[in-house]
RNA sequence: GACCCGGUAGCUCAGCAGGUAGAGCACCUGACUUUUAAUCAGGGGGCCGCGGGUUCGAAUCCCGCCCGGGUCACCA
């Protein structure tokens, strides 16, 4: 009837309790711990040689115990900390019988504990603390995964990444990897005189993208409200205002649908640069693509899902229509919708007639996954971009371009539209499209609408994908396994925890 | 939303000509002072995802549902 979690978990509040009334508290409150796994391994590491002692060195570390080889009157283990794994050698005659004992009753995988001692290496040459002391951080009382084969169950890897993360020494990195690249990208950008600043999370309005937002109440006014989509348009008004260069990182919401791309929290870097135009913001994107990949990785040649990627400057640069009239043969601002759902159904692809510019998305689909090295894609046409500003050379198309990489679109920028009469009638078309049932045309902001009127400069603005961009640089196949605590279905987790009495 | 694959011990997995469940790791007891998937001896542990059906008998066959993964569609 009692299933062996439970059996174990009882196990190891019983020795709790014991530790207890031997005065040792198994949760106590601080350690000095002065030294890393990496750090331990990058002092002595290239000066001992196997077999070698260092007698009067004194180091302390703390991590997670991964393994115990219990020998008797000795033992070996490993502990694991954020920056890797150190072997430890516990020895009955070094700590003294008492203490031992405790070790070996008490001291089980998954713990944490703090040891104190001097580095040796064993015969085979690894690198181990030999412990002439140590203390109980804090007791497990749950097992952990195997040793060997590590966690596999997808559902386990993403509803507890915890355990995920002390399993798999590959997660752990993956998320240090992830967190490197944002501090690259800031580093990049605050070199460049961009300053970070914050917009609203709850809205009014949504803008700056074409997605279902969520939605929520605000009690104090009764007011539905939303959760952005985007965070473009403050941003922008941050440019009215008078900053000149801004960018902010941070979590986008759309209430849209899950695939190996889509995750409906997300993280976007948005940046604006008044008096730039679009051009100027490619060269710049370059830079910050190059300098990101090159830090994080220490090269500019990615090895993706066994395909070699080269972010180096400068990417490739390839007029939308260009493209896709070399490819399919067909123009999409010649040519009639007629040749272009021609085009399409010969390539399988049935559509019912709809917008111009609804063909020409399905148009490029069916091109887009050719596109593997970085790739800007430029100049799309207005049909479909309805917040760029129109070419100055030809007004059929945009300044705008997208960064494609492996058949997927990573960053989108324009020169930004600033005109607030063309911007008003923009929004008047997708309120339309809106009250026609386009729940994912944009809202009229009128705020916005009167911030432009105020003046804003000539601007050049830039929107990245950050977890596609992560996805790319951790070798993963789908965008949660680049989002530590990625959305779940919530089903009930009615297991009921027994502390055993008075504790807890 | 459609189709395909999966759910068995804490973990990784086997078992599916239908006969009432196994291994390794982990855990417990014992031996062992340089191991590293340590080794050796012994032991405990299962609502076989959930519900229904067929059958003398179901982890195994059938139906429905839940959860997960993948492909496609939808969607940017």
Redesign the pocket.
């Known amino acids: 009837?009692?299933?062996?979690?439970?059996?174990?978990r009882k196990?190891r509040l019983e020795?709790i309790k014991s530790l207890r009334e031997m005065g040792i508290n198994p949760y106590p409150y601080r350690y000095d711990k002065e030294f890393s796994s990496a750090e331990i391994r990058e002092k002595y590491d290239p000066v001992l040689k196997a077999?070698e002692?260092l007698e009067n060195e004194k180091v302390s570390t703390a991590g997670r115990v991964m393994?115990?080889?219990?020998?008797?009157?000795?033992a070996?283990f490993?502990l694991k900390d954020q920056d890797g794994r150190i072997?430890a050698?516990i020895?009955?005659?070094s700590v003294g019988a008492e203490k031992y004992e405790l070790f070996k009753?008490y001291v089980?995988?998954g713990d944490i504990l703090g040891i104190k001692g001097f580095p040796?290496?064993?015969?085979?040459?690894?690198l181990?603390i030999?412990v002439e002391d140590f203390e109980i951080l804090s007791k497990a009382i749950?097992?952990?995964?195997?040793?060997?084969?590590?966690?596999?169950?997808?559902?386990?890897i993403?509803r507890q990444r915890y355990v995920d993360m002390i399993?798999n020494d590959e997660s752990l990195d993956k998320f240090k990897t992830r967190y490197k690249i944002i501090r690259m990208i800031r580093e990049f950008l605050n070199g460049k005189g961009f300053i970070e600043v914050e917009t609203p999370t709850l809205v009014y309005v949504t803008g700056g993208?074409?997605?279902?937002p969520f939605i929520t109440h605000l009690n104090v006014f009764d007011i539905d409200m939303y959760l952005r989509i985007a965070t473009e348009l403050y941003l922008k008004r941050y440019i009215v205002g008078g900053f000149e260069k801004v960018y902010e990182l941070g979590k986008v919401f759309?209430n849209?649908?899950i695939?190996?791309k889509?995750s409906p929290e997300f993280t976007s870097l948005e940046l604006y640069w008044a008096y730039a135009d679009y051009e100027d913001i490619m060269n710049l994107t370059e830079e910050l693509i190059e300098f990101v990949v090159r830090n994080t990785l220490g090269t500019t040649k990615v090895n993706y899902q066994g395909v070699e990627i080269d972010f180096s400057r400068p990417f490739r640069r390839v007029k939308m229509r260009d493209f896709i009239r070399e490819k399919l043969g067909v123009d999409i601002l010649e040519d009639p919708d007629e040749k272009m759902l021609e085009v399409l159904k010969k390539n399988g692809v049935d559509?019912p007639i709809k917008s111009r510019g609804h063909l020409i998305?399905k148009l490029?689909?069916l091109v887009?996954e050719g596109v593997v090295q970085p790739t800007f894609l430029l100049e799309h046409p207005v049909d479909i971009s309805p917040l760029a500003k129109r070419h100055r050379e030809d007004p059929r198309v945009t300044e705008r371009f997208?960064l494609i990489i492996y058949g997927r679109?990573i960053a989108?920028a324009f020169s930004e539209l600033n005109d607030p009469v063309d911007q008003y009638q923009r929004f008047l078309d997708q309120m339309k499209l809106r009250e026609a049932g386009?729940e994912?045309a944009q809202m009229m902001d009128r705020d916005f609408v009167r911030a432009l009127e105020y003046g804003m400069p000539p601007t050049g603005g830039l929107g990245i994908g950050i977890d596609r961009l992560v996805m790319f640089l951790t070798d993963s196949?789908?965008i949660?396994d680049v989002i530590a605590f990625p959305l779940?279905?919530p089903?009930s987790l009615d297991e009921e925890i027994d502390y055993g009495g008075e504790e807890g």
């Open positions: 009837m009692i299933c062996l979690l439970e059996e174990m196990q020795e077999g002692v393994s115990i080889r219990d020998h008797g009157k000795s070996f490993h072997q050698y020895r009955k005659n009753k089980n995988v040796f290496k064993s015969k085979t040459g690894e181990t030999f749950r097992p952990l995964p195997e040793k060997w084969h590590g966690l596999k169950d997808k559902e386990v993403y399993a993208a074409e997605a279902r759309r849209e649908g695939s190996y889509h559509v998305n490029w689909d887009e997208e679109e989108n386009d994912e196949q789908t949660r779940v279905n089903k």
